[in-house]
């Protein structure tokens, strides 16, 4: 991943129409579905690359920026998991043992747009949820449907695994 952010820190859009020949070995860049997370990380390791030109140092710094995106969805899992009645106590073990799972503690320490996709699929269900609950109450908003229909294709944009979660929101959206 570290080299797909070093190469969108030289384009200036995230649609990559041709790939140069040097770029080969990162794979099909004009058909890379996780293209989001690269091009917005990009713009960090810009930010670093002004003060150090030290690989390590930058990878240190993108790590530090994927775990704080790992923590932001575990507080918004929290949130989502509270949202939906379950007591404090639940909702803490619950976010406890989903972040001492092996899996979330190394995806969690390294560059993956993983750390991405979790809080914004996070938002994505808390945004559902507060909608429904809002149409329960007869209260249609566009805006909010609009809002929530642009969290789910960034989310899908980060990664397309997320789709099938979209396309849960839509029907349960839809059947509402």
């Given at each position: 991943?570290?080299?797909?952010i070093?190469?969108?820190a ?5 649609l990559?129409?041709?790939q140069?020949a040097?770029?080969y ?22 930010f670093?690359?002004?003060f ?7 990878v ?15 507080v918004?899992?929290?949130?989502l ?17 989903f972040?001492l ?39 249609f908003?566009?805006r ?9 294709l960034?989310?899908s944009l980060?990664k ?16 509402r």
């Amino acid at each position: 991943h570290f080299g797909l952010i070093r190469f969108f820190a030289h384009t200036s859009s995230p649609l990559v129409t041709a790939q140069p020949a040097d770029t080969y070995k990162l794979g099909p860049l004009a058909h890379n579905p996780p293209f989001l997370y690269h091009y917005l990380l990009s713009f960090l390791y810009r930010f670093i690359g002004l003060f150090t030109k030290s690989v390590e140092i930058q990878v240190i710094c993108l790590r530090f920026a994927n775990i704080a995106l790992a923590v932001t969805g575990l507080v918004v899992m929290h949130k989502l998991l509270r949202l939906i009645g379950l007591s404090r106590a639940l909702a803490n073990v619950t976010v406890l043992i989903f972040a001492l799972t092996p899996m979330m503690t190394t995806v969690s320490a390294q560059i993956n747009y993983d750390n991405m996709l979790l809080p914004a699929t996070s938002l994505c269900l808390y945004v559902t949820v507060v909608f429904v609950r809002k149409l329960d109450k007869i209260r249609f908003d566009a805006r909010d449907l609009l809002f929530l229909l642009s969290l789910c294709l960034f989310s899908s944009l980060i990664k397309f695994a997320v789709l099938p979660i979209f396309a849960a929101i839509a029907a349960i959206v839809s059947w509402r």
